[in-house]
């Protein structure tokens, strides 16, 4: 699935694609991924406007329409973007095709068709509505830890949550805690303040390469877990083979001697 380094990469590629266009038509695949709006609402909102910026909230990518707030996009398990010229062919699991009047298009691509497509007119209202937290490159150091420390649940499952931070999923929460030395399955609430502070700064380090990798590719640095989760690989630390848990129903890839024990009763 897309997390915030994806989408941070997604919002870097329209802002260099295409702003300050005149939208020309909106072609709208699969009605199924729009979110409290309809197809001819989506062509009033966007024809003859144009995308004055693009921001990032988590894994929501929201794309400002000029004069009438924005076009936010969430990228499901598989979604993409794709800018290029007419009159070639959409990509073929486009599910959104915007044509400009440069003559180029743009498509959102999601094989899968688990994606999200809606109109919002204030971003913070749009993220509150559906309970997301703050950014995670934007929290906080005392409300992450303040927050977090106060959570009895375990430290994977507040860190998918989405309503203490926006944008960490699966693979990059498992990078963190990896990075930082904690037991998936950890309780929140036993994890003392100067772990919690360790684990913000290397969240937003494993985060930010997450970013560097999704725009400019060249693999990670050694000694990060991606490209090493499958059950039984040696730890790309200290060699150990790794073990996977099912947390959420999602795949839990952690060291067992990195991380230690979790510490839950």
């Known amino acids: 699935m897309p997390e915030l ?9 329209w802002s260099a694609t295409a702003l300050h266009q005149a939208i020309v038509s909106v072609e709208v695949r699969a009605p ?11 062509n009033r909102r966007l024809v003859d406007r144009a995308f004055a910026s693009a921001h990032r909230h ?42 400009f009047d440069t003559g180029y298009r743009l498509a959102y691509i999601a094989a899968r068709k688990l994606g999200h497509l809606a109109l919002a007119d204030d971003i913070a209202a749009f993220c509150r509505k559906r ?20 959570r009895r649940g375990r430290i994977k499952t507040a860190l998918m949550g989405q309503d203490l931070v926006a944008g960490l999923g699966n693979v990059w929460v498992d990078e963190a805690l990896f990075q930082s030395g904690i037991h998936p399955e950890t309780p929140c609430h036993r994890l003392p303040r100067r772990t919690l502070e360790r684990l913000y700064r290397v969240m ?18 050694s000694g990060y877990l991606r490209g090493h989760r499958t059950e ?19 795949s839990t890839y952690y060291c067992p001697r990195c991380q230690g024990e979790s510490g839950a009763k």
Not at 32 to 42: C, D, F, I, Q, W
Not at 60 to 87: C, I, N, Q, S
Not at 204 to 221: C, D, H, K, N, S
């Open 32 to 42: 199924g991924l729009l979110e409290g709006v309809s197809e001819a609402a989506m």
């Open 232 to 250: 039984g690989e040696p730890c790309p630390r200290c060699g150990m083979p790794l073990r996977r848990l099912r947390i959420n129903q999602r």
């Open 131 to 150: 309970g997301l937290g703050p950014d995670a490159l934007r929290i906080g150091r005392d409300s992450f830890v303040e927050q977090l420390g106060r």
């Open 58 to 99: 988590g894994k929501w990518l929201f794309v400002e329409v000029t004069r009438d707030g924005y076009l936010a996009l969430h990228f499901g398990m598989t979604g993409g973007l794709a800018y290029f010229k007419a009159p070639a062919e959409a990509h073929r699991h486009a599910r959104m095709v915007l044509d």
């Open 204 to 221: 937003r380090r494993v985060l930010r390469v997450g970013i560097r990798e999704a725009i400019q590719g060249g693999g990670f640095p």
């Open 5 to 13: 380094p994806d989408v941070e990469g997604f919002r870097r590629y």
